[in-house]
Structures are given as C-alpha cells and as structure tokens.
C-alpha cells in the first residue's frame, strides 16, 4: 500500500510565524491522519537570504507546538552535488542551456517583444539564449527548456490548475548568476530524494507547481500530489512574513492556525496543552472543511 509522505520546508530567514505554522500544521495533520510519515527540510539553498540561529529557531518553534517530525532534519545547503548531478542530466539530455542575460537586459527585450511578467512578478524570459549565447557572451546562469504544452494538474482543495510555460513563465533559471541552485530545482530533486507523495503548502507556491511538475517530468521523477492552503494575510492584505513584521509564533497559536484551517477546537479543549489539540485535529481532519480562499486575514496571533 502507498505510504503517505508530507513534509515542511520553511526557509530559515527569521523566526516561524503564523502564516508559517499554518502551513507545517496543515501538512502536518493532512499526514498524520493518513497515517504517514511527516518530514522536514530547512531550504537554506539561498545562502545569502539564511539568518544565523533561524533554522534551529524554527525547530524549536515546531517542537514547542508538538509537530514531532520523522527522521533527520535535511538542509539543502548540504545537498549541492545532488541538484548539480540534475542539472548535468538537463544538459545531456538538451533541456537545460546556459544563459548570459542580466536582468535588466531580460526587461528590455521583453519590452521590445511586448512580452509581460510571469504570475510571481518575474519578467517572462523572451528566450534569448536558447539557441546559443552571443558571441563574445559568457555564461550567467541555467536555464531548463519550457514548451506549449499546457501543465495541467489537479490540486486536491484548490481544483483543475492548467499553465503554459513557455508563455507564462519563459524558459526559467535553474542555476542562478550568483552560483546558488534555484529553488524550482532543489525542491524537486530532494521531494523525489526523500519519497515525499503530499505537498501542502500556501497558495502562494502554486504558481510554481507547473514549473515544479514540468522537471518532474524531464527527470522522470514521480509527481506527489498538492493541496494549496490560503495564505494568512495581514489587515492591509499583505502575506505574513519577516518583511512586513509578522510576529513569532508558538505554541499559543497553534488553536487560532487550527481555527484559521476551518478545524476550531471545541470548547472543552480551550487551553488544552499541544498533544491534546493535535490529537483532535488528526481524528478530524477533513479537507472539506478548508477554506479555498487564496488568501486570508488574520489578526491577533499574526502581528
């Protein structure tokens, strides 16, 4: 029988918030009451965006709200070789090429091209690289070949998601200019890695799910299924996170994410230590109860 594997992959550039508890408890549950496993990987593969102490911040926050993982912590900055090792099937196989473009130099010619910004404000690359670097260009960074072909997959709360790459998004990096693996790269080599089958995750992400199945695919690696929570917002709309001066959480929150997941505990748990709040939200976990919203408000715990 198929064994379930979720995991939370928080990026160490500050403390864990409410937004971030929201999506640990959500992949958390959605995996304990399927009675798998529940991973988690620090993606520090970003080395300059990484803040001293966060990571083991983080741990300590999850361990505070009782999110017990299975096995070793995994951090992407230990696991170079491997997303190199993928990049170098890429290129043998002619899906990946190197790319000599500045950002700026991108804008420009998709300006000229009347080409627009992908869904996460990325300018779309108008492929100017594709077939070979200028002559006198030097390589900056690597880029993975997109197509036509629509990506088409199913989330499991957020239904049918259907994106044309090469259109939307342009043939995207894999290797940055700065000598750092993207995180589209990392993240589908280490899921497929570590057995991972469940991705939960906030809807901020979805957007780079077809980008994330399209490797999948080129590598043959199997495709885990994905389930996108609202994202926690503060009152001015703005995604939780360390630049708009969301507060830690801990274990006090771990109700209100309960509440905010469409699963309030009863009454008779008010004040219940962290066990007893997670026992019940895996004996009930339903998806039906999700909020499908995108995004969503929250006030106090979230700073």
């Given amino acids: 029988m198929r064994t379930t594997v979720g995991r939370f992959a928080p990026s160490p550039t500050g403390p864990l918030h409410f937004g971030s508890l929201v999506a640990a408890l959500g992949s958390f549950l959605d995996a304990r009451a399927q009675g798998g496993r529940w991973l988690v990987r620090i993606e520090d593969v970003d080395e300059a965006r990484t803040q001293p102490g966060a990571a083991d911040a983080i741990l300590a926050t999850l361990e505070a709200c009782g999110l017990a993982w299975d096995g070793r912590v995994e951090f992407q900055s230990r696991r170079t070789a491997r997303y190199n090792a993928a990049l170098e099937r890429l290129v043998a196989a002619h899906q990946a090429y190197p790319c000599g473009c500045s950002r700026s130099e991108i804008a420009a010619a998709a300006d000229a091209a009347g080409i627009g ?46 994106q044309s790459l090469e259109r939307g998004v342009g043939d995207f990096v894999l290797l940055r200019a700065d000598g750092f693996f993207a995180y589209q790269l990392a993240v589908v080599v280490d899921d497929a890695e570590q057995g991972v089958t469940d991705i939960v995750r906030g809807t901020d992400l979805i957007d780079s799910t077809a980008r994330q199945i399209h490797l999948q695919r080129l590598l043959g690696l199997p495709e885990p ?79």
């Fill in 225 to 303: 299924r994905y389930l996108h929570l609202p994202v926690a917002t503060n009152s001015r709309g703005e995604k939780l996170s360390k630049q708009t001066g969301a507060a830690p959480a801990d274990a006090r929150a771990l109700a209100p994410a309960l509440a905010f997941l469409g699963h309030a505990p009863p009454a008779s748990l008010a004040g219940a230590p962290a066990a007893e709040l997670l026992a019940w939200g895996i004996a009930h976990w339903d998806i039906a109860r999700l909020p499908r919203a995108r995004t969503s408000a929250v006030s106090s715990p979230a700073g």
């Fill in 117 to 162: 910004s992908a869904p996460d404000g990325a300018r779309i690359y108008p492929g100017t690289c594709r077939h070979g670097l200028a002559p006198g260009r030097s390589a900056r960074a690597m880029r993975v070949h997109t197509n036509n072909v629509p990506v088409e997959f199913t989330d499991r709360l957020q239904g049918r998601i259907v």
